[in-house]
């Protein structure tokens, strides 16, 4: 539920991004090209997110006792999200690039394959995905420790 949420609020922001990066036109009418996409890579990339948090408390933390900070624990897993989902992120961008109308799922996959593209920008997006996931996890536990003081 978590990623369709976002991708509802997500899809037409990405739309225009990528437009913007291939330098493309753009109408209106396009905010919602992929849209169905996105919300497919958001759902299992939120999904994969939980999963990899709940597996590493379960087989590093209780399993090892071990204690991993928010920061490494949410970058981790939110690398390995990503690494599950990346050929849809390829195939959300190809989408909304514009340049490849009418073309499959599998085609657009084939062809980032056979191009060489399918990894391209990926060291970037794990490095910005560490960082900002990292972060946010930080600040959320952070929060979350601070309410509970004033609740107790």
Same mark, same amino acid.
């Given at each position: 539920a978590g990623g369709i949420g976002r991708g509802l609020v997500e899809g037409p922001f990405e739309m225009v991004k990528v437009r913007?990066?291939?330098?493309s036109r753009w109408h209106f009418r396009d905010?919602?090209?992929g849209f169905g996409v996105t919300l497919f890579r958001n759902s299992f990339l939120f999904a994969g997110f939980v999963?990899? @948090?709940d597996i590493f408390k379960q087989q590093i933390e209780m399993k090892h006792d071990m204690?991993?900070?928010p920061f490494i624990k949410a970058g981790i897993c939110a690398n390995l999200a990503w690494l599950t989902i990346w050929p849809l992120d390829v195939v959300k961008t190809r989408r909304q690039s514009g340049k490849y109308d009418g073309k499959s799922l599998a085609w657009l996959l084939g062809d980032a394959f056979?191009?060489?593209?399918?990894y391209?920008? @990926?060291s970037v997006g794990?490095?910005?995905s560490f960082i900002a996931?990292?972060?946010s996890m930080e600040v959320y536990t952070i929060v979350e420790r601070e309410l509970r003081k004033q609740s107790q």
């Open positions: 913007r990066q291939v330098v905010a919602f090209q999963i990899y @948090l204690t991993v900070t056979r191009s060489g593209h399918m391209r920008g @990926l794990m490095l910005r996931n990292g972060a």
